[in-house]
C-alpha cells in the first residue's frame, strides 16, 4: 500500500502536541526532521523571549530595589539631619535654661542685696529719727519768731503742765518737713523736734496718748513718732494685732522701731517682723487661735 505524505501547510504549521496525535508511520523523515527543528526552533525563540522577559522583570525589580534603596538612604539621611537638629535645639534650650538659672539667681542675689541694703537704709533712717517727733496740724509760718522748738515748748505748757515743770526737755533742733505728705492737700508741712534724749521723746507720746485731743491755740494737732516710710508700714501692719493681744491682757506693746513685745506664759516676747511671730505661734497652740485671719 502506498504511503500517505504529510501535507507540507502541516508540516510547516505542526505543533508538539499535533505531532504526538498524529500516526508517525505517515510522516518521512526529512518531514519529521523539518517538524522537529521548527519545534526546536520555537522552543528556543521561546526560551529567549521568556529570558527576555524575565530579564526585563529582574531589571525592574533591581531598578525598584535601587529606588527604594535610594528612597531608605534619602529617609535615613532626613532622620539624621532631623536628630542633629533636635540634639542642637536640646543644646541650645539647655544652655538657654542654664542662662535663665544663673539669671534668676543673680536676680536673687541681687534681690538679697537690695533687701539687705535697704534694711540697713532702714536702721540708719530710724536711727537717726530714733528722737524724733513729728508735730502735724500746726499753720505754716506760725513758728516765726519763737522757731519750730518753740512751737513744741507751747504745745507741752498747753498739753502737759506736769511735764513742763519737770523743765528737763532738751531740744537739739526743729524744723519744717521740706514737702507736704499729700500734695493732693493744702495742710501744712510736719514740723520735726529732735530731743537730746529718747526717754524725754517717750515721756511726751505717753502724754499724748494719755490725753488723745491735744490742741494748739485751741487748734486740734496731733504727734507722731518719726519713722522711715516702710517701718510706718510695718508698724502700722503691727496695729491689728496689738488690739486684738490688748483685749487678752497680755501687755502688748509696739517697741521702736516697729518691734511687738507682749508677755505669754510669764516672759516678755520681742519679734522684729511677721514672719518671726508666724514661725513663734506654730508652737502655741492657744496664740495661734487668738490670731487666726491676721497672721
Do not use: C
Not at 73 to 85: F, G, V
Not at 130 to 153: D, F, Q, S, T, Y
Not at 224 to 240: F, I, M, S
Request: net charge positive; aromatic share 4%.
Amino acid at each position: 500500500m502506498k504511503r500517505k505524505n504529510f501535507p507540507q501547510k502541516n508540516v510547516q504549521e505542526i505543533t508538539a502536541n499535533e505531532l504526538i496525535k498524529n500516526d508517525l508511520n505517515n510522516i518521512t523523515e526529512s518531514e519529521f526532521r523539518i517538524i522537529v527543528i521548527k519545534l526546536i526552533a520555537g522552543l528556543e525563540n521561546s526560551i529567549k523571549d521568556s529570558r527576555e522577559s524575565l530579564a526585563t522583570e529582574i531589571k525592574g525589580l533591581r531598578n525598584s530595589q535601587e529606588e527604594l534603596k535610594n528612597a531608605i538612604n534619602e529617609l535615613q539621611n532626613k532622620m539624621e539631619t532631623t536628630t542633629a537638629r533636635i540634639e542642637e535645639a536640646e543644646e541650645r534650650i539647655g544652655e538657654l535654661e542654664d542662662k535663665i538659672m544663673e539669671k534668676e539667681e543673680a536676680e536673687k542675689k541681687r534681690d538679697k542685696k537690695i533687701q539687705e541694703y535697704e534694711g540697713k537704709i532702714r536702721e540708719l533712717s530710724d536711727a537717726l529719727k530714733r528722737n524724733n517727733i513729728h508735730i502735724i496740724g500746726i499753720p505754716e509760718e506760725e513758728e516765726r519768731g519763737k522757731g519750730a522748738e518753740g512751737v513744741l515748748e507751747e504745745i507741752i505748757a498747753e498739753n502737759f503742765p506736769d511735764l513742763e515743770k519737770e523743765k528737763g526737755i532738751e531740744i537739739q533742733e526743729a524744723h519744717r518737713t521740706p514737702f507736704r505728705r499729700n500734695l493732693n492737700r493744702s495742710s501744712a508741712r510736719h514740723i520735726i523736734v529732735k530731743l537730746a534724749k529718747y526717754k524725754d521723746k517717750e515721756k511726751i507720746l505717753k502724754a499724748a496718748e494719755d490725753k488723745r485731743a491735744l490742741t494748739y491755740k485751741g487748734r486740734p494737732i496731733r504727734l507722731a513718732t518719726d519713722l522711715y516710710t516702710v517701718t510706718w508700714q510695718a508698724r502700722k501692719e503691727r496695729k491689728e494685732i496689738f488690739h486684738v493681744m490688748n483685749t487678752k491682757n497680755m501687755q502688748v506693746r509696739i517697741l521702736y522701731p516697729a518691734n511687738l513685745s507682749f508677755r505669754i506664759e510669764g516672759e516678755i516676747k520681742v519679734f522684729p517682723n511677721k514672719q518671726k511671730l508666724k514661725e513663734f505661734i506654730t508652737t502655741k497652740p492657744a496664740l495661734q487661735e487668738i490670731l487666726k485671719g491676721i497672721l
